[in-house]
Each structure stands twice: as structure tokens, then as C-alpha cells.
């Protein structure tokens, strides 16, 4: 032992160093070792940092949505590829030229042959003369003239629509009838009267030529119609049930101080509403190797009523009979619009279709259109379909009663052998803004939801 102390004594500072080489090394492999994880945890994450940025960089997400009807989604992500770029971009610039092609036509679709019928007045007339000069030949235009009847009867004289035959002149043709038959029965008698048979002979024979005419005015004509189903509507109600107000085509001319261009504009836009929907009448009653069908054989024998639901434009006053558009332009103007600010029966209608006007970022706007027709219950659908085939328009709602057909004969009206019904259907037709917003006064933009980016100035004489 003493020789062991004099060791470790005489070697002291070689003993310490010993010592402190076997505790430093299980304390350094422990502390490298720590040491080493962090430093791989770092590095691994540098690398899947940089290995992400490269590989995010090195591909692209290329998409091609599907356009028309049949066309399929195209997508990937893949390297860059010149080739493949050029291919989407080509893809792309083609379906961007489909929707435009689209978009064209649908627009083309919808305004038709709707032109202005005094053009000049809207959006905004010049001034007050102009305004007053153009507002009665738009007014003479709607309402008619000696020399020139209104544009309804015009429209329906286009699509060969009428009435029966008119009572007096077919009253004074079966009095001529039969005092000649009457005449020739005398004269053939020997005592210069007509016996029971030949009285009750000429009666049927009176009934037969009378429905004989019926019939061949039946046979002239594609239905039947005339300006008194179009015209002054409002009060012959018959949708009290449903949550709209109608406007109110005039049938006479109305003092020219009324006359604004919201009035003018109303009038053209009823006119479009009720012209599509004649048009649909006479496309349901066309058959497409004999052309037009007479009545006999027509889906719709007759059109009894049409009222287009009232215009809402700006805000402003009313009473009975004269609202106001909120113009700046002291006049008064006509009850076939209704103010913004007055009660409206219409706001918040929405039909089954989920369309609604009233947005301002919306692309269309709604008219709805109730007619009232007499048809052949069996082709009654070929007129529901000619509705969609004539203009953006949806039968939102159909009501079918009864026909007393023996009751509207006494009155002319022949349909044939076909078994009718009357039927009262309510249509949505959708107005597209892109080309009908140029044409609005502002208080009509206003109404409907439209921003309106300049107000009205007054306008001088």
C-alpha cells in the first residue's frame, strides 16, 4: 500500500491526467452523440427544404375546365414541358373562344328582332321637345291611329290572329239568306206561303250557314286574337291570388306632358314580352311540312288575355292613376309603372326556377307574363315547348278549367273537334342586361337594382 501511495504521490499529476481521460471519454461519446442528432436533424431538414423548393419548381399544374356539353376536365402536374404548355394554352385560347361564341349567341337569342319602334328617345332624350315630339309617336305606335294601326295589331295580323266573324255583317248576310230561301219558297207554292216544312227546313239551314261561316273564318285564321286580349288588362284580374302586380298596355293616347322616357321604355319592354309569347302561339300552331294550321287544327285556338307584371322604377310618388320615376325632370307620368318606394306586391317574388332580379351584380333581369288561351288539352305541351324555343321563358305556373264550348260558338268562336280546356299559365322570361341596360333610364335602373354611375341632369328646352 505505501509503496502504491508513493507511486500515485511521485506520479500525481500523470495519475490526474489517467483519471480524467476515462471520465471525459463515456461523457464525450455521450455528449458527440447528441450533438451529432442535432446536427442530422438539421441538415435533413435543409435538405427537405430544398428538395420541396426543387421539386415545386420542376412541375406545373396544368387545367383545363370543360366547356361545352360532352367536353371532359383536363388537368396534371408535370415537369415543364414546351410542348405541353402549348397545348393548354392553344385548349385554353379555344374554350375562351366557345364561351365568347356562346355568350354571342345566347345574347342574340334573347334580343331577337327586339329593335327600338321610335328610336331616339331612350336611354334619355335630348331635351324636352324631343322628348315630347318622339314620346307621341311612341305613344301613336302603342295606341294606334286611323292611319296606322298599333303595333299589337300589326303583330297579329303578321301571325294571320283575329276575331270571329263580326255580328252585324254576319247578321245582315243571314237576313239577305234568308229572305231569298224565303222567297223562293213562296214563289214555288201555289198559294204564295211557305209550309211547316219548308219554315223549319230554312231554320236549319240558317243554323248551318251561320255555323258555316264560323267555321270558314275558323279555317282563315292561325288563332284567335285580337288587341282587346292585349290592351287595358290591369283590371280583368285573373291571378288575384298570386303576389304580382300587372302593368297596363294603353289603348288610348295619353297627354303628352305624362310622357317619360321610364314610360317609353315600359311600353317597348311590354311590347317585347307580349310580341315573344304571340310568337310562341304562332311557332306552337305551325306544322313544319304544311306550314301554318287553322284553328280546327291548332294546339291554341285562342288567346282570351295578356298582362305583363308591372315595371318597379325609381323612387318617387303615386296615386290612383299617375306615379312618379324619381326623374329629376318635373313631369308626371302613367300608371304603367309603380315607384321603388311605393308598396311593391313583387319584391322578394322568386319562382321555382331560383331566379331573381333585383341584383345589382346580376346578369338579367325578370319579366313575368300571364296568358290566358283556350287549347286542345291533348297539344297543349307543344305550346309549353314552343315558349322555351322562342326566347329565355319558363311556364312557371298552369291552372286548366273547363271549356263551354257550345257558349263561346254562340259567340263565333269554332275550335274544331278537338276536346279544349282553358288554361292560365304564368311565364318567366329572363332579359339579359348586357344589351338591355344601355337602353334603361336611370329611374328604371334604379328599380331594378342596376347601379347607375352618373345621375341624371335636368335637361333644358
Known amino acids: 500500500m505505501n509503496k502504491v501511495m508513493g507511486f500515485l504521490k511521485s506520479n500525481l499529476v500523470i495519475v490526474i491526467f489517467v483519471v480524467l481521460i476515462l471520465a ?60 405541353v404548355t402549348k397545348f393548354y394554352e392553344a385548349g385554353k385560347a379555344e374554350r375562351e373562344a366557345q364561351v365568347n361564341d356562346v355568350v354571342e349567341r345566347g345574347t342574340a337569342f334573347n334580343q331577337g328582332d327586339h329593335v327600338e319602334l ?42 294571320n290572329a283575329g276575331s270571329p266573324p263580326d255580328a252585324m255583317t254576319l ?13 223562293r219558297y213562296e214563289n214555288s207554292n201555289a198559294d204564295g206561303k211557305m209550309s211547316t216544312a219548308q219554315v223549319e227546313q ?24 285580337t288587341t282587346d286580349a292585349i290592351v287595358a288588362q290591369k283590371a280583368a284580374s285573373k291571378s288575384d291570388d298570386r303576389a ?53 287544327n291548332a294546339p ?24 312618379s320615376t324619381g326623374s329629376s325632370r318635373p313631369r308626371s307620368r302613367s300608371g304603367s309603372t309603380t315607384p321603388a318606394s311605393s308598396s311593391k306586391k313583387d319584391d322578394g317574388f322568386t319562382s321555382f326556377t331560383g331566379r331573381k332580379s333585383g341584383d345589382p351584380q346580376s346578369a338579367f333581369d325578370l319579366r313575368m307574363i300571364e296568358i290566358v288561351v283556350v287549347a286542345s288539352s291533348q297539344d297543349l305541351p307543344r305550346f309549353i315547348d314552343a315558349i322555351g ?54 329611374p328604371i335602373k334604379v328599380g331594378l337594382g342596376i347601379p347607375v354611375e352618373n345621375a341624371s341632369d335636368d335637361l333644358d328646352d
Not at 24 to 30: C, H, K, N, R, S
Not at 210 to 216: F, M, P
Not at 308 to 321: F, P
Request: aromatic residues 8%.
Open 24 to 83: 471525459f471519454l463515456p461523457a464525450g461519446y455521450i455528449f458527440s452523440g447528441k450533438w451529432n442528432t442535432k446536427v442530422h436533424e438539421k441538415a435533413k431538414a435543409a435538405y427537405t427544404k430544398e428538395k420541396r423548393s426543387l421539386t415545386s419548381k420542376s412541375s406545373i399544374n396544368y387545367s383545363l375546365p370543360a366547356v361545352l356539353e360532352g367536353e371532359e376536365d383536363l388537368s396534371e402536374s408535370r415537369a415543364p414541358n414546351n410542348s
Open 118 to 159: 321610335i328610336p331616339g328617345i331612350l336611354p334619355k332624350a335630348e331635351n324636352n321637345r324631343t322628348l315630347t315630339r318622339l314620346g307621341r309617336d311612341m305613344a301613336e305606335a302603342v295606341v294606334g291611329t286611323e292611319a296606322r294601326p298599333s303595333v299589337y295589331q300589326r303583330k297579329l295580323q303578321r301571325l
Open 171 to 183: 247578321e245582315d248576310t243571314l237576313n239577305e239568306y234568308k229572305n231569298r230561301e224565303q222567297q
Open 202 to 225: 230554312l231554320q236549319k239551314d240558317l243554323i248551318a250557314r251561320r255555323l258555316g261561316e264560323y267555321i270558314a273564318r275558323a279555317n282563315a285564321l292561325t288563332f284567335y286574337c
Open 244 to 296: 304580382l302586380d300587372f302593368s297596363n298596355v294603353p289603348d288610348t293616347m295619353p297627354p303628352l306632358s305624362t310622357i317619360d322616357e321610364s314610360m317609353v321604355m315600359t311600353w317597348l319592354w311590354d311590347y317585347w314580352i307580349i310580341s315573344d309569347v304571340l310568337d310562341a302561339v304562332g311557332l306552337a300552331n305551325m306544322d313544319r311540312e304544311t306550314g301554318a294550321l287553322a284553328v280546327p
Open 300 to 323: 291554341i285556338k285562342r288567346v282570351e288575355s295578356m298582362r305583363v307584371s308591372e315595371l318597379v322604377i325609381g323612387e318617387g310618388s303615386s296615386d290612383d292613376d299617375l306615379t
Open 389 to 442: 324555343k322562342t326566347n329565355y321563358m319558363t311556364v312557371t305556373d298552369l291552372d286548366i278549367q273547363d271549356v263551354d264550348v257550345w257558349n263561346d260558338l254562340e259567340q263565333g268562336f269554332y275550335y274544331g273537334d278537338d276536346h279544349t280546356v282553358r288554361a292560365t299559365m304564368m311565364i318567366e322570361t329572363v332579359w339579359l342586361r348586357s344589351w338591355m341596360a344601355p337602353l334603361m333610364p336611370d
